[in-house]
């Protein structure tokens, strides 16, 4: 294929790739909702469906704007209410996410670079299980990635318009844009005057040499679009951030400095070594240590210097601002950056590798492999297939309560939801629940103390993905403290606590659930 192909060639792989992820996801599109899915953005795309109203009323508000939620609603009015048009619907955004990814890695490098870093991303764990979700995090990632794409091609105007849509899918979009603000600030500074005059403030090889340095006046501009929405809720509830509760859990609590240094350290772990992740960055370090440009025969030129500055600063953006605030260290909140390192990484492969290649096919091999295998440390259910387990024994444990005699059953979040809400996919009528706050022995003897005859079955089930082998001691200690972490008891323990039997009981890969009859 030629380097100069036409403009045109672009667009048209938007269903190229649209068909690909679309068959790579079959066996997972009519899944029930998972997770947050279940426990907010369903619900709050339904209630937009149902009264057009973008402040839900089913389920707390908060903070995140609606631009996700319109969608689904649309897709939903224009098709049926279901998991396949909702997955297919974030399909489509999935691909979007991958050709903004084509097209900035084709900017800023070449044709073999871009191909190699969308198929990395594509079968990347988290982007792979992430893509068919209905989360926010994939429409701002596919977004930015367009902002970025028109702001190395010195469109001022278009990197605007993306940046502003990003921030309207999700608030913390609008970190690239300030990161990038900062860095035009920085570059005058850094570069000193008269090297700028002599060299131009170019950020990337771009056609025609246009200049990137008047970006500054339009990226100041990309918030208004989540100003005006904060406003709105504002007059709506009374509270910018939907409600109180949702501040506190993700800004006021957050704030402790061992918390923050923690989230830092787990946060450099998701984004350059999670889920084989390290064998892409492990090879690209080996790379540039081992391997001198000279030992093609003919050098290629690497990434222009200034782009790759302007990618370190949006990336270093994510990192700290996503360690001071977030209650929950999930991997998904950095899908934006995920593809910068990536292409990185592919560039720097394919720029000293003969051989280059091979080692992008080991690395595609090594992230399929990270969607299927159970990683000796903790991870988010949601960042690889493990989520089917986990909503596949849901269905099987819901199903079973239409063959019970049920009253009232004791559970937690997410199965609240799903017994309550039947629209979710697991229950055909809604189930009485007595909620707890998760399966720890304490919570379970609370239950247990002051709840007893309130409820005739419990749910019980793994509430997170646990490793056969867990370091426990400090750093234990330390996620009890700041994280939210606890230990779910085993169903035989929980049946012991709880004075009950075991009425049901399934295992699937790491992940479990439980029925236990209490006795009378």
């Known amino acids: ?12 792989l938007l ?5 690909a992820v679309w068959i790579l996801h079959v066996p997972w599109l009519r899944l029930p909702y998972f997770w947050d899915e279940a426990g907010y953005f369903v619900p709050a795309a339904h209630d937009l469906l149902q009264s057009g109203d973008p402040i839900p009323t089913s389920t707390l508000s908060n903070a995140h704007p609606p631009l996700v939620m319109a969608w689904l609603a649309g897709w939903w009015k224009l098709a049926t209410f279901s998991p ?16 903004g990814v084509f097209r900035l890695a084709r900017r800023v490098s070449n044709l073999q670079v871009a191909v190699g870093s969308t198929i990395l991303t594509a079968l990347y764990p988290v982007f792979f299980a992430q893509s068919s979700l209905a989360h926010l995090d994939m429409a701002a990632a596919a977004l930015t990635l367009w902002g970025l794409g028109a702001y190395v091609s010195a469109r001022r105007w278009q990197s605007a318009v993306w940046f502003g849509l990003a921030g309207l899918a999700k608030e913390t979009a609008l970190l690239a844009p300030a990161a990038l603000c900062a860095w035009e600030l920085l570059c005058p500074w850094l570069a000193g005057r008269r090297q700028r005059a002599a060299r131009g403030s170019t950020v990337g090889s771009t056609p025609g040499g246009r200049t990137l340095g008047r970006h500054l006046p339009w990226l100041a501009l990309v918030g208004l ?26 800004v006021g609590a957050t704030a402790h400095p061992l918390r923050v240094a923690l989230a830092f350290v787990q946060r450099l772990w998701q984004l350059f070594g999670y889920l084989n992740m390290f064998v892409l960055t492990g090879a690209a370090v080996a790379t540039m240590c081992l391997v001198s440009p000279g030992a093609r025969r003919e050098p290629r030129p690497r990434i222009d210097l200034r782009v790759q500055l302007a990618f370190g600063a949006v990336v270093a953006a994510y990192l700290a601002a996503l360690s001071l605030v977030g209650g929950a260290v999930l991997a998904r909140y950095l899908l934006p950056v995920y593809p910068l390192v990536v292409v990185e990484c592919v560039a720097t492969l394919w720029r000293r590798l003969p051989w280059w290649k091979p080692a992008v096919a080991a690395i595609a091999l090594a992230f399929a492999a990270g969607l299927f295998a159970y990683p000796p440390y903790r991870i988010a259910p949601e960042d690889n297939l493990t989520y089917a387990d986990y909503v596949r024994l ?9 063959r019970l005699p049920v009253n009232r059953v004791l559970t937690a979040w997410t199965a609240s939801d799903e017994l309550g809400r039947p629209y979710l996919g697991y229950v055909s009528r809604p189930v009485p629940v007595v909620s707890l706050e998760n399966f720890s022995a304490g919570e379970l003897a609370r239950a247990n103390r002051e709840l007893r005859g309130q409820f005739d079955y419990a749910w019980i089930f793994s509430t997170k993905y646990e490793p056969p082998y867990q370091i426990r001691g400090w750093w234990e200690e330390m996620q ?25 009981q399934a295992k699937q890969g790491r992940e479990w659930v439980a029925i236990i009859k209490i006795k009378r």
């Open 1 to 12: 294929m030629p380097a100069r192909y036409p403009r045109l060639f672009e667009p048209l």
């Open 15 to 19: 269903p190229v790739i649209f068909a």
């Open 84 to 99: 396949l048009v909702t997955r297919t619907a974030m399909l489509l955004i999935g691909a979007f996410a991958l050709l």
């Open 225 to 250: 679009p989540l100003a005006v929405w904060l406003a709105y809720l504002h007059h709506r509830t009374g509270f910018v951030f939907g409600n109180p509760g949702y501040f506190r859990y993700n």
């Open 394 to 402: 849901h269905q099987a444990a819901a199903s079973t309560f239409a």
């Open 480 to 504: 009890t403290r700041y994280f939210d972490y606890h230990r779910d008891l085993e169903p035989e323990a929980a049946a012991a606590v709880l004075g009950g039997e075991i009425a049901y």
